[in-house]
């Protein structure tokens, strides 16, 4: 039986996020309790929080869930648990555990749930974590994701807040997966296309191979590309470590297919949020092509790690990447020093 999850569901994936502004905005007066073993937590909007165990051990913990992006529940599951990891990954860490969360309305057929949660636990047995529990609540929309639990040395700990003045920027994914979302859900994208498979096959795909090489290269910051884009996601890691990142706009890799799901004018709702989000930290040189400007600021579901890393490691860790199995990596830019609190800046 073909179900329709995506017809289900108001928005889909990383695009069903609260607006970043909203969330700021939520987030800024409470009280946040810390101690001195926490060594990320809020302040620099990372990936994930790190908690210090002892002096060779932190552990590192996120939690991700979202509604569904493509209409069969496997796969569903699997890009769900793809994109909750990706944040482990992002900090440079071995996933080590996870706890289920799902919200499914219990009158639905119960085959459905089965499926996301088979799709979830082999994407987990791929990463070599285990799931050890979970939660779930009866509601009308279907929501899946896990609550990762991850390990590394202190040492080797990757943040957002440590890009360097002459770094490259490492991409490895390509991008418009938002959109793409889209043309499933409002345009019968068929999953016989070639444009359907690229697609899942890149959210699908686990950001293990690329985090292990960067760490090995001694990169100096990392964030994975999610529900703010690579516009709010760069800009998080320039204004965290107080530096301008500097895009070539014409070396983003883009998924097959995006171009018509612009035509169709099927942006995400995030495209306006990503936009205002980033509007007081972004320039851009040379002539706009409105088109491209949909890619940046796109909503991703499960995509890649934006890396700084000195150029002198940065073509063979490239080069490494992209033999793992992670093809489509590209260096997409360059850090350097601000003289204000950080900015990106895109070079049409």
């Not at 994936?13 to 101690?35: H, Y």
């Not at 890009?79 to 996870?98: E, F, H, Q």
């Not at 639990?149 to 890009?163: E, W």
């Not at 498979?197 to 994975?224: F, G, W």
Request: charged share 25%.
């Amino acid at each position: 039986m073909k179900y329709k999850l995506t017809q289900m569901v108001k928005s889909a994936g990383c695009a069903a996020k609260i607006f970043p502004d909203i969330l700021s905005e939520a987030l800024k007066d409470v009280k946040w309790a810390t101690n001195e073993n926490v060594i990320v937590g809020f302040d620099g909007k990372d990936d994930a929080g790190v908690y210090k165990i002892n002096d060779d051990l932190v552990t590192i913990h996120t939690t991700d869930f979202f509604t569904p992006v493509v209409d069969d529940p496997y796969t569903f599951g699997q890009i769900a648990v793809t994109n909750a990891l990706s944040d482990i990954y992002a900090m440079g860490g071995v996933p080590i555990n996870a706890l289920n969360i799902v919200a499914f309305p219990q009158t639905e057929d119960l085959n459905i749930l089965k499926e996301i949660l088979s799709g979830g636990s082999d994407k987990i047995n791929e990463s070599g974590a285990v799931i050890i529990g979970g939660h779930s609540v009866d509601i009308p929309t279907i929501l899946y994701g896990m609550a990762v639990t991850g390990i590394s040395n202190p040492k080797k700990i990757k943040t957002n807040q440590n890009a360097k003045d002459g770094d490259l920027l490492i991409l490895t994914k390509k991008l418009g997966t938002g959109m793409l979302n889209n043309l499933i859900k409002f345009d019968n994208l068929s999953d016989e296309s070639d444009e359907y498979k690229e697609l899942i096959n890149s959210m699908t795909r686990l950001n293990k191979n690329a985090s292990e090489i960067m760490v090995k290269h001694n990169a100096n910051a990392c964030t994975d590309i999610t529900g703010f884009g690579l516009a709010g996601h760069s800009m998080q890691m320039a204004k965290a470590s107080g530096v301008n990142l500097i895009f070539n706009i014409n070396e983003l890799s883009v998924l097959n297919g995006v171009d018509t799901a612009i035509s169709k004018k099927l942006w995400t709702r995030g495209d306006k949020s990503n936009r205002d989000y980033t509007a007081k930290n972004i320039e851009f040189i040379g002539n706009i092509n409105e088109e491209k400007l949909h890619i940046i600021y796109d909503p991703q579901t499960a995509g890649g790690l934006l890396i700084s890393i000195p150029e002198k490691f940065a073509y063979e860790c490239l080069n490494e990447i992209k033999n793992g199995g992670d093809e489509n990596a590209v260096i997409i830019g360059e850090v350097k020093e601000s003289k204000g609190n950080g900015k990106i800046i895109f070079k049409f």
